[in-house]
C-alpha cells in the first residue's frame, strides 16, 4: 500500500463509508488496538469507526507524515473532532502501526496516542485529577 492511497483513504473517510470499502485497505482478518479497543476481523474495526461516527461531531485525520519500510508503515496524523453536542473543536496528534500482508492489505492497525490528556483530562470530575497528578510529578 502506498502513502497516496493510504491518506486518501483516511483523509476522505466518512460516515457513508461501508465495510466493502474497508475491504479495499483492510484484509479481513485485521487486528486493530487503539487505547479504548481492540478488536480482531473486519467487522469489529469497520464498528469501531462506525461508533466514532455516532459518537462525535465531523471526526477527521489529517496526514502528517508517513514512514514505511518493507511490510510496515508508521503514519502520524491530526484527528479532529466535536464531541456530540458541543460546538468547540478538539484536535490531537497520533501515530499509527500498519503492518501490511502481500496483497497490499492491513492486517495489524495499533494507534497510539494519549486517552489521558485528550480525552479523559476534558471530564469534570476525572479530568480535574488527573491535571492535579500531572502538576505533582511533573518537573516544573
Known sequence: MN???LSHYFE???EGVDIEDFRTIYDDAVVFKDPFNE????????????HMYQTLDKPRFII???????N???????F?????????ENRFEGV??????NQGKIISHVDFWDA??????????VGSVLRLIKRKISRS
Open 116 to 125: 489521558a490528556e485528550h480525552i479523559y483530562e476534558k471530564m469534570p470530575v
Open 39 to 50: 478488536v480482531k476481523g473486519i467487522r469489529a474495526v469497520y464498528e469501531v469507526f462506525e
Open 3 to 5: 502513502q497516496e492511497k
Open 96 to 101: 499509527s502501526r500498519l503492518q501490511i500482508n
Open 12 to 14: 476522505t473517510l466518512n
Open 72 to 78: 510496515v508503515a508508521y503514519v502520524k496524523w491530526d
Open 64 to 70: 502528517k507524515e508517513y514512514i514505511d519500510k518493507q
Open 80 to 88: 479532529t473532532f466535536a464531541f456530540k453536542g458541543e460546538k468547540n
